[in-house]
């Protein structure tokens, strides 16, 4: 099996397997006491957009990779990291709350800005800036920051974006010919990126963030009532 038909293959399973609905009555019923705090429902509604939206934007970067439209792919390869980010981010503030580095109050408001921020005022919320959460899944997995850059600059009109995608100079005859070169430059690493974006969040989504909710399920239910004269 190619490295294509494996990432076809598992996005398909990752579609047929994704969570259709999320019922509050259901959480409350897992744990009374700490889902009447709204943070750890914030968590799950997170969890579960990350999965259906990296799904969305990997499996339209595959089709456009199948058409060798190199530079849409990549793009959306770009925002599958950022929205990689959000998943990362958020066990990370989790896991500061369960360290007593993170204040639970102030943790519920980062899942509040996490789930209806907004950069253009469309929200009451400001959004966590994305680059802080991609530097935040650099400290975590060394690398993935240089691959985002790398996709930026594909995606921005500066040197690469630009004259370096779209010519190619022939110093012999003094000529600059135009032509679009995004599948000759990037084409064979693409799908290296792409495993590399789904085999992190499948780590990130099933096995830390099922292994942290655990924890900060308890954790509420230890110190509820401190959080009850702190709120």
Known sequence: MTNLEA????????????????????LFSRNPTAYKWKAPFRSWILREAVCWRLQDLLHQSVVLYELNHGLGSRV????GFETLA????????TRQVLDR????HDFSEK??????????GSTETSAINVLTMLDRTDKRYPGIRKVYDSLSESAHPNWEGLCWGYSKIDHDEYETHFVN?????????????????????????NEVWTELMGRLEIWI????AELETTK
Do not use: P
């Not at 899942?111 to 253009?120: F, N």
């Not at 070169?181 to 989504?205: I, K, N």
């Open 181 to 205: 070169r995004w599948m000759d430059l990037y084409g064979a690493q693409h799908l290296d990126s792409v495993e590399l974006c789904m085999q992190t969040f499948h780590y990130e989504y």
């Open 101 to 104: 580095e993170l204040n639970f």
């Open 86 to 93: 959000v998943l990362i981010y958020l066990n990370h503030i």
């Open 76 to 79: 959306l390869l770009r925002s």
């Open 7 to 26: 990432i076809k293959m598992n996005l398909s399973r990752w579609q047929e397997t994704s969570l259709t609905s999320l019922s509050i009555a259901g």
């Open 111 to 120: 899942t509040t800005s996490l789930t209806t921020g907004s950069k253009d």
């Open 221 to 224: 239910e230890t110190n509820d």
